[in-house]
């Protein structure tokens, strides 16, 4: 189980990064077992332009857990430079970092890197594959020589890769590179559970993550309602068709939201489930501790429903 954890923009940048680094920490804390930002440009709310940093500052601060920036906007850099970068990251951090890979949807993040929407797709079709590879440490080429990607050739070890998943077709890509899928976090189960089945069904054997937006307690409704409104005003309708609503599952008994989430997991057929409980609007000191009531009264309920026979194990996590 991870959580996504958001900067709160509204603040100045060293608190953004240190807000950010307080809470990878607090999480690993109370319990989840590792954290995932997210990557847009332009100070759009709510998102940083460089998520494979921050999860770098993250492990720094947390005693344990995992960090993995994802989604990472793929088309954005050379794939041999984002294999490097992750690469060396996991050889300061070893076994503790992975990555989410996305082909992105919005024009800005692509306008100020002087490259063209258009391009994204096909960009990300050709070089995931690669990208892949080089994390298990094959294919290098000219790279065969850096210390960081030869040691995982030599360790016959890779590091967790997931792929964004919105269609069968982007999920049974991921599956026939080998990497896991990550899912919108506002998509119903049933929506879910197809992408799931065309993973597993390609052969699929990383991690299918469940992403789920939650709050225990008194939710802060207005901030909720602005940002579905905010994704609703650049996702194609044809996707927010799959939508459940605002994507919220709220509740004051964290013995419900347990059972409502392990049913989800169960249903989706996914592997692992990644909380999110950031919204612009939401404080800092609300977010913060919305984290530490998760951790003592969600997940030690969570945990032993995900671990039962008849839900699917909770690992691989990427």
Do not use: K
């Not at 041999?80 to 993040?109: I, N, Q, Y």
């Not at 995931?128 to 960081?148: K, N, Q, S």
């Not at 919108?184 to 469940?210: F, I, K, P, T």
Request: one cysteine or more; glycine letters at 10%; hydrophobic letters at 45%.
């Amino acid at each position: 189980m991870s959580l996504r954890l958001y900067p709160h923009n509204e603040l100045p940048a060293t608190q953004v990064v240190d807000r950010l680094c307080a809470m990878a920490a607090t999480a690993a804390e109370v319990g989840f077992d590792g954290v995932m930002t997210s990557e847009h440009h332009g100070g759009f709310a709510g998102y940083l332009p460089n998520p494979l940093q921050v999860s770098g500052f993250q492990l720094s601060a947390m005693a344990s857990g995992w960090a993995a920036a994802a989604p990472l906007l793929l088309p954005l850099r050379p794939v041999a430079l984002v294999a490097e970068e992750v690469a060396w990251l996991d050889a300061r951090f070893p076994g503790r970092v992975g990555v989410g890979v996305g082909p992105g949807s919005l024009s800005l993040d692509f306008e100020v890197m002087g490259l063209r929407l258009d391009d994204a797709v096909p960009r990300f079709v050709r070089d995931l594959p690669r990208l892949a590879a080089m994390l298990r440490g094959d294919e290098l080429g000219d790279l065969a020589g850096d210390r960081a990607l030869g040691g995982l050739s030599d360790s016959g070890r890779s590091i967790p890769l997931v792929s964004t998943a919105m269609s069968p077709t982007a999920a049974r890509r991921a599956a026939g590179v080998g990497a896991g899928v990550i899912f919108d976090g506002a998509s119903a189960v049933e929506r879910v559970r197809r992408l799931s089945d065309a993973h597993a069904e390609a052969g699929g054997r990383g991690a299918r993550v469940l992403v789920r937006r939650v709050w225990l307690g008194d939710p802060p409704t207005a901030a909720f309602d602005a940002q579905s409104e905010l994704y609703r005003g650049y996702t194609p309708a044809q996707r927010q068709a799959h939508w459940q609503g605002s994507g919220w599952i709220c509740g004051d008994d964290p013995a419900v939201l347990a059972r409502d989430l392990a049913d989800a997991v169960l249903r989706s057929a996914s592997t692992c489930l990644n909380l999110r409980i950031h919204a612009p609007g939401v404080e800092p000191a609300a977010a913060h501790e919305q984290i530490e009531v998760l951790g003592a009264e969600l997940l030690p309920r969570l945990r032993p429903l995900l671990a039962a026979p008849s839900a699917p194990a909770a690992h691989e996590e990427a």
